[in-house]
T-cell receptor, first 113, second 116 residues
Framework: KAGVTQTPRYLIKTRGQQVTLSCSPI?????VSWYQQTPGQGLQFLFE???????NKGNFPGRFSGRQFSNSRSEMNVSTLELGDSALYLC????????????FGQGTRLTVV | AQSVTQLDSQVPVFEEAPVELRCNYS??????LFWYVQYPNQGLQLLLK??????LVKGINGFEAEFNKSQTSFHLRKPSVHISDTAEYFC??????????????FGGGTRVLVKP
């Protein structure tokens, strides 16, 4: 079956702009989580959505937001981009529950200039 | 709150030699434990997980890990590595409160460089 698909794979934006990243989960998975990966901070949890509701949120400013649609596809948005937002953004889908395997997409590489 | 510490940021190892990657965690609740691997320019792939039961867990590609509750550790081992094992490895925990959702807390990662 198809894996987790993230689009676009690469993105270059200017400081102050906003950006929207997309994630299509594995069919049947209703939980979608987002992570930010940087060399300095490592992998950090952004938020998780399940059945169109945000269930968990990490320690990120309000400029980072997300949503989930009825077909479980998810988007995350970053407004007023800062240079420090440059990172690999990873999406993971899974069945609900902390004991289930998270399947990761290849990520979107965001560069803010 | 949970935290995960991977004690080695980089581990060089010769091909066909054994490797051990160390992981310690801290949590006030029971946790599930995972090891993920990330190849260059890729997402993360699950190697193995510990949920309950036998403390020795076997995963894909010949990897295994041992859960030690008293030492709050979950070290990853492979008896003989291949060049293709060159990657970054991440230890992660999630808590067992099923209704609370899916949230992984990752360690800082260990880069394994397999030398011929």
């Amino acid at each position: 079956k198809a894996g987790v698909t993230q689009t676009p794979r690469y993105l270059i934006k200017t400081r102050g702009q906003q950006v929207t990243l997309s994630c299509s989960p594995i069919s049947g998975h209703r939980s979608v989580s987002w992570y930010q990966q940087t060399p300095g901070q490592g992998l950090q949890f952004l938020f998780e959505y399940f059945s169109e509701t945000q269930r968990n949120k990490g320690n990120f400013p309000g400029r980072f937001s997300g949503r989930q649609f009825s077909n479980s596809r998810s988007e995350m948005n970053v407004s007023t981009l800062e240079l420090g937002d440059s990172a690999l953004y990873l999406c993971a889908s899974s069945f609900p529950g902390g004991d289930t395997e998270a399947f990761f997409g290849q990520g979107t590489r965001l560069t803010v200039v | 709150a949970q935290s995960v510490t991977q004690l080695d940021s980089q581990v060089p190892v010769f091909e066909e030699a054994p490797v051990e990657l160390r992981c310690n965690y801290s949590s006030s609740v029971s946790v599930y434990l995972f090891w993920y691997v990330q190849y260059p320019n890729q997402g993360l792939q699950l190697l193995l997980k510990y949920l309950s039961g036998s403390t020795l867990v076997k995963g894909i590609n010949g990897f295994e890990a041992e859960f030690n509750k008293s030492q709050t550790s979950f070290h990853l081992r492979k008896p003989s590595v291949h060049i293709s094992d060159t990657a970054e490895y991440f230890c992660a925990v999630s808590d067992d409160r099923g209704a609370a959702g899916n949230k992984l807390t990752f360690g800082g990662g260990t880069r394994v460089l397999v030398k011929p």
